[in-house]
């Protein structure tokens, strides 16, 4: 079956480290591929996607992502964390087949000082 | 500005009352999406649009109506609200399915 997992639930990161988050999905061809994040009380905001050509992309306020097709993985990272990133960040998965955004339960950020 | 407005932004509604949350695009976006948040669960898609007259189910469609009649609205119709579809809803839109989706900024959905 078509699934997203975002194994961790909730980070605690120091501000200034470095940030990973994991993003897994289960599908038979390589699907598109979104991170999104959402400060408190606010909407969604789209970081960056994949959908084909380089697997190292770039997005919005610092992030990038890695797309391993060996692993089905698209995990995020930032080399150095701001106290603004503190959010909650959602991969999110587009299946070809069903007109579908399939996404992840998220990964609440903390920033500690 | 180009966005998705969701309107109301809160509200508090008794058990069985009809209600409707309004969305409304100015990006002339061919695909919309109804989603719903709940904790621990993520958003989960309750119904999508892709193109005036197209509609079909999400993963979470029951209790829940919508129409497209006009590219731009995609209204959500709860025809008779239940305390378990208190939650926090999202509509979004996007013109293609790579480019990613626009979200408006919620509504939150209290049913007592």
């Given amino acids: 079956a078509q699934s997203v997992t975002q194994p961790d639930i909730h980070i605690t990161v120091s501000e200034g480290a470095s940030l990973e988050l994991r993003c897994n999905y289960s599908y038979g061809a390589t699907p598109y591929l979104f991170w999104y ?7 969604l905001q789209l970081l960056l996607k994949y959908f084909s050509g380089d697997t190292l992309v770039q997005g919005i306020k610092g992030f990038e992502a890695e797309f391993k097709r060996s692993q089905s993985s698209f ?4 080399p150095s964390v701001h106290w603004s990133d503190a959010a909650e960040y959602f991969c999110a998965v587009f299946f070809f087949g069903n007109e579908k955004l399939t996404f992840g339960t998220g990964t609440r950020l903390t920033i500690i000082p | 500005e180009a966005q998705v407005t969701q309107n109301p932004r809160y509200l508090i509604t008794v058990t069985g009352k009809k209600l409707t949350v309004t969305c409304s695009q100015n990006m002339n976006h061919e695909y919309m999406s109804w989603y719903r948040q709940d904790p621990g669960l ?10 005036v007259e197209v509609t079909d189910k999400g993963d979470v469609p029951e209790g829940y109506k919508v129409s497209r009649k006009e590219k731009r609205n995609f209204p959500l119709i709860l025809e008779s609200p239940s305390p378990n579809q208190t939650s926090l809803y999202f509509c979004a839109s996007t013109q293609d399915r790579n480019y990613g989706y626009t979200f408006g900024s919620g509504t939150r959905l209290t049913v007592v």
Avoid: D, F, H, T
């Fill in chain 1, 75 to 78: 995990n995020l990272r930032k």
């Fill in chain 1, 37 to 43: 994040v959402q400060s408190p009380g606010q909407g």
């Fill in chain 2, 42 to 51: 993520g958003l989960r898609q309750i119904y999508y649009s892709m193109n």
